[in-house]
């Protein structure tokens, strides 16, 4: 992710808020914690500072299939999504919000927008649970950009 232009300072915020909750997200994953925990930290952490997460989009178990088991919601749910074990692959994507959190596809059928119009922020990363927590497969180099909000 990068910023284009001037960026606002509330906006910088929404920035900052979607990366810390979804690394706060990373850093509890390992073996035998509920998915649905994740949910639950980033909805805790983003609600707290005055955004919302958005509840028709998740992130997803990576296997024979993309988009397949587990659902990783990114809001506080108490429906049994498995427990994370050695071998699972799986993304963290939360989608969080200066506005609402209900969203409008365009007419093209893949744009998403916030329904309200305000902004919105996503990080991602497809994670490996190991034997002590997690490796993010898709992490940036050493030779990466680092941004202000990491």
Not at 14 to 21: F, H, M, P, S
Not at 54 to 78: A, E, L
């Amino acid at each position: 992710m990068f910023c284009v232009g001037e960026v606002d300072a509330e906006s910088k915020a929404l920035l900052q808020v979607t990366y810390d909750c979804w690394q706060a997200a990373i850093g509890i994953c390992k073996p035998g914690v509920p998915y649905n925990a994740i949910g639950a930290i980033i909805e805790d952490y983003v609600t707290k500072r005055g955004f919302t997460t958005t509840k028709n989009f998740c992130g997803h178990g990576v296997g024979r299939v993309f988009h397949m088991s587990p659902q990783i919601v990114h809001y506080k749910t108490d429906q049994d999504l498995g427990l994370m074990q050695v071998g699972n692959i799986f993304t963290i994507e939360p989608m969080i919000q200066i506005g609402g959190n209900e969203n409008f596809m365009w007419g093209d059928g893949w744009t998403i927008s916030t329904l309200d119009g305000s902004r919105s922020a996503q990080f991602e990363h497809t994670l490996l649970v190991t034997d002590t927590g997690v490796e993010a497969l898709t992490a940036k180099t050493s030779a990466s950009k680092q941004q202000f909000w990491e």
